[in-house]
């Protein structure tokens, strides 16, 4: 091999290394498409625009989502991080708004149990449930307002509820206990088995305690929904999802678009 063929044989070789590192270690499809795909939820990519340290945990969040369940559960994760990270410091009025439109969208599902159950593991994208479209309207106007409200509030200095596991474990006790109505032996149960919970019986705890939550003084309401709402993005969507599209009738948007 002639010299020059050798300097071109590593030069070459270079090059090719080059372009791998830069594969492997580049910013994936997603990233790159992040600020594009997120422009479509207009509140989020604002939020996203102001916040830097906000938009990378969108991004991580949601590409792990995708990653694992496709467009579906990163919008799914995209709204529980909003949940998480913004609604929770939303005034006590925006809080309780989105507490009522939650029950009456509850009430509405309590008919279809496997779309009641679907909605309280996975929450709602437009198009799911049609037959709560207007409650689920009204539901996504309702997080709008809160999500904006607790934007603005936490720019503002307002500071977030916090609460421990152990209290997070005696709100929920104290809420299937009443005042409007208690848990029942075999709701408890199917709450406690999660994704393999008797969708009739999830329905009707979730209505009961909701109805209990919402019977309660306005100002402890929202204290309450902000604490239940904090941890809201710890659900493995991608998981979750897996298993309830396995169910017919879940009424659920599982074609990943």
């Known amino acids: 091999m002639t010299r020059r063929s050798i300097l071109l044989f590593v030069a070459v070789t270079l090059l090719a290394g080059n372009l791998v590192y830069v594969h492997l270690t580049g910013p994936s499809a997603f990233a790159r498409d992040f600020d594009q795909n997120i422009a479509r939820f207009p509140l989020a990519a604002s939020i996203a625009r102001n916040d830097p340290n906000l938009r990378d945990v969108f991004l991580r969040r949601t590409e792990g989502a995708f990653n694992e369940g496709g467009w579906r559960a990163a919008k799914g994760a995209l709204n529980m991080i909003l949940a998480a990270e913004m609604e929770v410091y939303a005034d006590d009025e925006h809080i309780n708004a989105v507490g009522r439109a939650e029950l009456a969208a509850l009430l509405k599902l309590a008919s279809n149990p496997l779309a009641c159950k679907s909605y309280l593991l996975a929450g709602f994208e437009r198009g799911e449930f049609r037959e709560a479209a207007q409650e ?20 503002n200095g307002v500071a977030r509820t916090q609460a421990s596991d152990a209290e997070i474990i005696a709100i929920e006790r104290q809420l299937g206990l009443g005042p409007f109505a208690e848990l029942t032996r075999q709701e408890l149960g199917a709450q406690a088995k999660y994704l393999g919970g008797n969708p009739d019986r999830m329905c009707s705890a ?13 100002r402890d309401v929202a204290h309450v929904s902000r604490i239940r709402r904090a941890g809201s993005d710890k659900i ?4 979750v999802l897996a298993k309830l599209c396995r169910e017919p009738g879940n009424g659920l948007s599982c074609d990943g678009t």
Request: charged residues 25%; glycine residues 8%; without cysteine.
């Open 136 to 155: 689920f309207a009204d539901l996504a106007s309702a997080h709008g307002a809160a999500i904006k409200n607790g934007f603005e509030r936490k720019v």
């Open 206 to 218: 979730a209505i009961k305690k909701q109805l209990n939550l919402l019977s309660g003084d306005s």
């Open 236 to 239: 493995d969507i991608a998981a």
